[in-house]
């Protein structure tokens, strides 16, 4: 699958539980929208998926890619410590200057 490189980099970091590597996929004012909360900006993000990497273990397998006008969807079989495990999401993300400006995460 050819993913940009910014969404390989962040499936990467997810793979080896590093949220440093992955808060660093996103721009300084980036968003993320998860299970009904935002999160702003890098320090945000960082600590909402190293808490999440902590409570569920969550590996990301990509299963599909697809490119939409402004916004590139990721759909991936998400597998961890969590009740239903395995389930595919999908990452609606939203690129600028190779680094994501905002990603919402739905089922």
């Known amino acids: 699958m050819n993913l940009p490189k910014v969404i390989a980099d962040l499936v990467k970091a997810?793979?080896?539980?590093d949220s440093v590597a992955y808060a660093?996929?996103?721009?300084?004012?980036?968003?993320v929208l998860d299970e009904g909360?935002?999160?702003?900006?890098?320090?945000e993000i960082q600590h909402w998926i190293s808490e999440a990497n902590e409570k569920y273990k969550v590996v990301m397998k990509p299963v599909s890619f697809e490119e939409k006008e402004t916004t590139s969807i990721l759909s991936a079989e998400i597998s961890?410590?969590?009740?239903?495990?395995?389930?595919?999401?999908?990452?609606?993300?939203?690129l600028k200057d190779g680094l994501i400006q905002?990603?919402?995460?739905?089922?």
């Open 80 to 94: 961890g410590t969590f009740d239903g495990s395995p389930v595919v999401l999908n990452y609606h993300f939203e």
């Open 102 to 107: 905002s990603l919402k995460i739905t089922v």
């Open 14 to 17: 997810q793979s080896t539980f």
């Open 24 to 31: 660093n996929c996103f721009s300084a004012t980036a968003i």
């Open 37 to 43: 909360k935002t999160y702003n900006g890098r320090t």
